[in-house]
């Protein structure tokens, strides 16, 4: 019986799961080793114990409404897309609405988490923690892991000659990136255009003498905002969308996606990306065609080798009098505290069962939160995740057998490991792993229920965005305002922008609510007959 759980790490993961833990009567003892909660998104100018910070500069690429937790929606006044200031304050009170400070021990670290010698009967953790220099051990009934993903820098030096031998200027991960003004003047080669290298790419534009983005993938860049003006993951993170998916032909759903990629511009005539590419990235990014067009940032190839002071391309090009590289090249995820016999288990997500548990161990008593890219927020992800655990720590859930579990995960994991630097590839759909965990938890919405019994409800929930609240209209944890959460989303976005209000009232959309019902009827009758539409075949970036 799970009573006592540990939680490591004081980020939104970890807040979710003393939360859920609470939520199921269990008690959570949560080790933060930083004063403060937050994780990743409290920004510092310091990298004081090798602590992983935002840079000053961050937004955030998904909007609140499908960012928050889903009984705790973001305050109306908040922009939709929040700077880290504003995301962290929203984690504070989430936290002090919920209680969840008295639960948290600051300046914490678990240095060693390992199973007692009769874990295969108790499934019990021994917790070695270290404050102020005094270690003291605990023993827990379960551990929750909720460092993410975003721990140790992946500085792949071998795969760039000359870089650390031959290159006189300086280089740096961008986990060392703070501020721009320590980059003027100067002409600065930025490796990796995932969301972070365009991100810096573009602010450096702003003050170095001159910047090259250098990728040897496929990209599509699109914009936080979308049609009519609305945040892009609001228009199409929709069930409506994810259904379109699974019944088009897979041809003409990539056809019309390509169409909506280069609709904003063309990606080839910016050697960004081609309509033949079949591996290919998604980064949001307002202003980087703007500074490809205008020239302040220059778009490379892969770089084949450094000199003393030059980059020379793949293609044989050569950009000389070379300061600084910036590389933007991810990172990787490690659980030094981990003993290694439990370490070894998983070399990454794809080895844990919904990526989460380790599938072999004798007691579902550790699970792994937040370990996991998804096409939208991962935050809504890791709440689920949590969700789940804690139902199956409290006994309300069960986990399938070893055998069951091990097949699972090896019908999932590619065969040839894949580069770190390579995980926007490895995404999954935000709706389907999303049903896929809630399904499991029992909290899973029911659009054919809906329709029969709420049909406004039922139109918001297929046809407008896969907000967390749906997941707090049925089952364990069922919110009393999650209808109305949905209801009210549209106004929650358009909040902060009125203030200055003109007049532009329109009934339309009440005949676009009308032609809608026999659409969701129909899907409503597919979905009750093919059950397994929560699960997308192919989990890729969505539309």
Known sequence: MVRRVAVIGAGVGGLASVKCCLDEGLEPTCF????????????????DGGRVSVYHSVITNTSKEMSCFSDFPCPEDFP??????????YFRMYARHFDLLRHIRFKTTALRVAKRPDFATSGQWEV?????????????????????HYQEPYLPLASFPGIDTRFKGQYLHSREYKVVEAFRGKRVLVVGIGNTGGDLSVELSRVAAKVFLSTRSSTWVFSRVSDHGF???MVHTTRFNHFLDWLLPSALTKRIRFRKFNSRFNHANYGLASTKSSNFKIIINEELPFCLLSGTVVLKPNVKEFTESSAVFEDGTTEENIDVVLFATGYIFSFPFLEESVRSLFDDNRSLYKRIFPPQLEKPTLAIIGLVQ??????????MQARWVT?????????????????????????????????????????????????????????????????????????????PYQYRLVGRGKWSGARD??????????????????????????????????????AGFLLSKYPWLGWSPRAGPQL
């Open 231 to 233: 945040p892009f993951d």
């Open 128 to 148: 070695v923690t270290e404050t102020d220099g005094v270690q003291e051990s605990h023993i827990f009934d379960a551990v929750m892991v909720c460092t993410g």
């Open 374 to 383: 998804l096409t939208g927020s991962v935050m809504v992800g890791a709440e």
């Open 32 to 47: 933060e080793r930083s004063e403060d909660i937050g994780g990743l998104w409290r920004y510092t100018d310091s990298m």
């Open 391 to 467: 139902g199956i720590f409290a006994g309300w859930n069960k986990l399938p057998p070893t055998s069951r579990m091990m097949a699972d995960v090896l019908k999932k994991k590619p065969l040839v490991k894949r580069n770190p630097s390579e995980r926007e590839n490895l995404k999954i759909s935000f709706i389907s792993y999303t049903d896929e965990i809630a399904s499991c938890a029992g909290v899973k919405p029911s659009v054919l229920r809906l329709l029969l019994t709420d049909p406004r409800l039922a139109l918001a929930v297929f046809f407008g965005p896969c907000t």
């Open 80 to 89: 939709s897309f929040l700077p880290h200031s504003l995301l962290l304050e």
């Open 485 to 522: 959460a949905i209801l009210t989303q549209w106004q929650r976005t358009l909040k902060p922008l009125r203030t200055r209000v003109v007049d532009d009232s329109s009934d339309g959309w009440r005949w676009l609510c009308l032609l809608a019902l026999p659409v969701a009827l129909t």
